[in-house]
Antibody
Framework: EVQLVESGGGLVQPGRSLRLSCAAS????????MHWVRQVPGKGPEWVSA????????GYADSVKGRFTISRDNAKNSLYLQMNSLRTEDTALYYC?????????????WGQGTMVTVSS | EIVLTQSPDTLSLSPGERATLSCRAS??????LAWYQQKPGQAPRLLIY???NRATGIPARFSGSGSGTDFTLTISSLEPEDFAMYYC?????????FGGGTKVEIK
């Protein structure tokens, strides 16, 4: 079964850091681009970051550029998001999502999400 | 940043009716547009990618059309499980962006 499982969310104070992880299974992880997408409950999704299969291509939303870092470990079938200098507006459910072969920036598999709450 | 505007905000229809959802881009995205369905408490589910390609396992009643700046998602005959939120998303340029969504509700 193709599956993505996020972890690492929680309650954190503004200015602090958090590292999210996404464990992939059931597909050749090192063949696909991967993404982080977040969603405030009741609002639409917001793309956060993307990384190509080889890590050669990386992109970020302007709202997180310079604060968040995406990475992957293909040997461990894992995707990561290091989030520094967190702000209250970063509060959201964070999903990892898999790109499609040939359409790497469309997302065919999503995890269940991990909630990040930034509050003092 | 490419802005996607979805209309209407809400579509009130009965099972068996045809649903037509619109997504307009602030600049051309060629055919690089996807549609997702989301139900409460669930992650989005890919329906259509690159404007008209159905994702794996998506029923044939879902179809997508359009190119450039104007796109349409059509559900030919609504089933009870189709009442949900629908989002469009462009992959023409980074940052990738989503539309604000259309809620398809039971009339």
């Amino acid at each position: 079964e193709v599956q993505l499982v996020e972890s690492g969310g929680g309650l954190v104070q503004p200015g602090r850091s958090l590292r999210l992880s996404c464990a992939a299974s059931g597909f050749a992880f090192d063949d696909y681009a991967m993404h982080w997408v977040r969603q405030v409950p009741g609002k639409g999704p917001e793309w956060v970051s993307a990384i190509s299969w080889s890590s050669a291509g990386i992109g970020y939303a302007d709202s997180v550029k310079g604060r968040f870092t995406i990475s992957r470990d293909n040997a461990k079938n894992s995707l990561y998001l290091q989030m520094n200098s967190l702000r209250t507006e970063d509060t959201a459910l964070y999903y990892c999502a898999k790109g499609i072969r040939g359409s790497p920036d469309a997302f065919d598999i999503w995890g269940q999400g991990t909630m990040v709450t930034v509050s003092s | 940043e490419i802005v996607l505007t979805q209309s209407p905000d809400t579509l009130s229809l009965s099972p068996g009716e045809r649903a037509t959802l619109s997504c307009r881009a602030s600049q051309s995205v060629s055919s690089y547009l996807a549609w997702y369905q989301q139900k409460p408490g669930q992650a989005p589910r890919l329906l259509i990618y690159d404007a008209s390609n159905r994702a794996t396992g998506i029923p044939a009643r879902f179809s997508g059309s359009g190119s450039g700046t104007d796109f349409t998602l059509t559900i030919s005959s609504l089933e009870p499980e189709d009442f949900a939120m629908y989002y469009c998303q462009q992959r023409s340029n980074w940052p990738l962006t989503f539309g604000g969504g259309t809620k398809v509700e039971i009339k």
